[in-house]
């Protein structure tokens, strides 16, 4: 508990609550080309809502969907599927509001907390605990009674003055997250910018690399090296540690250097090049360049929006549709790319690797911090920030 807190109900720190619509109320074809954004489970991962992969419906629709809006500042919490992903509608978002999925319910606090600060309790193991203490065991992950039960919850909350301290300290290092995220966006469009631009000979990737098929058994994956299609960032940002580890059967085994990308709904755009050995879910297609040296350069070709779109072309099923792996082959690139473009794509991933490790161990150390200051065994007013921001920079 956090020192010089006291334990509260959550009904009493939420002036609203609302569930997302049944899934009846939007349906395929209400999807427009812009409008008003609808949130899925890939827009949670993180302690804010991001904007990748949206779709859209129009103000007309939004509008009969009642309270089933997020607006910025507002809490977005799964309650069905990927449970426990508790998210923030950014002060600053693009947009001013959201629908929120059928799988989803929002809330919106009063005076007596910071929003951001009650995302940081949720995300913590104890908090994390509390929120899944009414996990149904059968069937798809649910909560029961999702709104109700989240009502009733307790969490310790400490002065308003001790709550935005401790935001400042975990957004410190959030910010160089951020920063460092942007960073090897950055470099990786070069990247692709400089793949594109080869102009040899155009051959189908099914020439130049083949899909891993090499299997190990399930209790060979762990936290640190697993990937899964939840796992797998929308919009070509990588990737984050697993939810969970699969509890039986096989999984693939990728090295170093090889591209996985996301077999389910290509349109979300999850691709990661590896920097690491590591095992991997069945609907993660790994593919392996034949020769190593253009490991990067296939990278940074099937990065482009124009390979998933070409995988969406082939793609099956409508509601989660699935790419054709013969077909994704077939996908034409230019051969022998020129020895500048090869060195110029090595150094730049090279150096995004450098950074994602660096954000690995600065969310290491923001999950190992936060929950020492969220207890008081650190004492949060005698964290200096500038120092903190010092050593970070």
């Given at each position: 508990?956090?020192?010089?807190?006291?334990?509260?109900?959550?009904?009493?720190?939420?002036?609203?609550i609302?569930?997302?619509?049944?899934?009846?109320?939007i349906?395929?074809?209400?999807?427009?080309?812009?409008?008003?954004?609808?949130?899925?489970?890939?827009?949670?991962?993180?302690?804010?809502?991001?904007?990748?992969a949206l779709?859209?419906?129009?103000?007309?629709?939004?509008?009969?969907?009642?309270?089933?809006?997020a607006?910025?500042?507002?809490?977005?919490?799964?309650?069905?599927?990927?449970?426990?992903?508790v998210?923030?509608v950014?002060?600053?978002?693009?947009?001013?509001?959201?629908?929120?999925?059928?799988?989803?319910?929002?809330?919106?606090?009063?005076?007596?907390?910071l929003?951001?600060?009650?995302v940081?309790?949720?995300?913590?193991?104890e908090?994390?605990?509390?929120?899944?203490?009414?996990?149904?065991q059968?069937?798809v992950?649910a909560?029961?009674?999702?709104?109700?039960?989240f009502?009733?919850?307790?969490?310790?909350?400490?002065?308003?003055?001790?709550?935005?301290?401790?935001?400042?300290?975990?957004d410190?290092?959030?910010?160089?997250?951020?920063?460092?995220?942007?960073?090897?966006?950055?470099?990786?469009e070069?990247?692709?910018?400089?793949?594109?631009?080869?102009?040899?000979?155009?051959?189908?990737?099914?020439?130049l690399?083949?899909?891993?098929?090499?299997?190990?058994?399930?209790?060979?994956a762990?936290?640190?090296?697993?990937?899964?299609?939840?796992?797998?960032?929308?919009?070509?940002?990588?990737?984050?540690?697993?939810?969970?580890?699969?509890?039986?059967?096989?999984?693939?085994?990728?090295?170093?250097?090889?591209i996985?990308?996301?077999?389910?709904?290509p349109?979300?755009?999850k691709?990661?090049?590896?920097?690491r050995?590591?095992?991997?879910?069945?609907d993660?297609?790994?593919?392996?360049?034949?020769?190593?040296?253009?490991?990067?350069?296939?990278?940074?070709?099937?990065?482009?929006?124009?390979f998933?779109?070409?995988?969406?072309?082939?793609?099956?099923?409508?509601k989660?549709?699935?790419?054709?792996?013969?077909?994704?082959?077939?996908?034409?690139?230019?051969?022998?790319?020129?020895?500048?473009?090869?060195?110029?794509?090595?150094?730049?991933?090279?150096?995004?690797?450098?950074?994602?490790?660096?954000?690995?161990?600065?969310?290491?150390?923001?999950?190992?911090?936060?929950?020492k200051l969220?207890?008081?065994?650190?004492?949060v007013?005698?964290?200096?920030?500038?120092q903190?921001?010092?050593?970070?920079?």
């Amino acid at each position: 508990m956090i020192a010089e807190s006291e334990e509260v109900c959550v009904e009493d720190l939420i002036d609203e609550i609302a569930m997302g619509p049944f899934g009846s109320n939007i349906k395929t074809d209400c999807f427009v080309n812009s409008g008003i954004p609808v949130f899925n489970g890939s827009n949670l991962t993180g302690f804010e809502t991001n904007d990748t992969a949206l779709r859209y419906v129009t103000p007309e629709k939004a509008n009969s969907l009642g309270n089933a809006l997020a607006s910025r500042g507002d809490i977005v919490i799964t309650h069905r599927g990927t449970l426990g992903q508790v998210a923030m509608v950014p002060y600053d978002s693009k947009y001013p509001r959201y629908v929120i999925s059928q799988s989803q319910f929002r809330i919106r606090c009063n005076d007596k907390v910071l929003p951001k600060f009650f995302v940081y309790y949720f995300h913590t193991r104890e908090g994390q605990w509390r929120l899944l203490s009414n996990k149904t065991q059968t069937g798809v992950p649910a909560l029961g009674r999702p709104t109700s039960t989240f009502r009733k919850l307790s969490m310790p909350l400490p002065t308003f003055e001790k709550q935005a301290k401790i935001v400042q300290v975990i957004d410190t290092i959030q910010e160089k997250i951020k920063n460092n995220t942007k960073l090897n966006g950055y470099l990786e469009e070069q990247c692709e910018a400089v793949a594109n631009h080869e102009k040899g000979l155009a051959v189908e990737l099914s020439s130049l690399c083949d899909l891993v098929k090499v299997k190990a058994d399930y209790n060979e994956a762990d936290f640190d090296t697993y990937v899964s299609t939840e796992s797998l960032l929308p919009g070509k940002k990588g990737r984050q540690a697993p939810s969970s580890l699969p509890q039986t059967g096989k999984v693939t085994v990728y090295k170093a250097g090889d591209i996985l990308v996301s077999n389910i709904r290509p349109y979300f755009k999850k691709i990661w090049y590896a920097d690491r050995t590591g095992t991997c879910s069945g609907d993660v297609l790994v593919f392996r360049a034949k020769q190593p040296e253009q490991s990067g350069y296939l990278y940074s070709c099937m990065r482009s929006d124009a390979f998933f779109d070409y995988v969406m072309k082939g793609a099956k099923g409508t509601k989660m549709p699935r790419g054709d792996k013969k077909q994704m082959l077939t996908y034409k690139v230019a051969s022998n790319p020129s020895g500048a473009t090869v060195d110029f794509i090595e150094s730049a991933l090279s150096q995004a690797s450098s950074s994602s490790k660096e954000n690995h161990r600065l969310a290491a150390l923001r999950d190992n911090l936060l929950p020492k200051l969220m207890s008081g065994e650190i004492d949060v007013s005698k964290v200096d920030l500038k120092q903190l921001n010092s050593h970070l920079g």
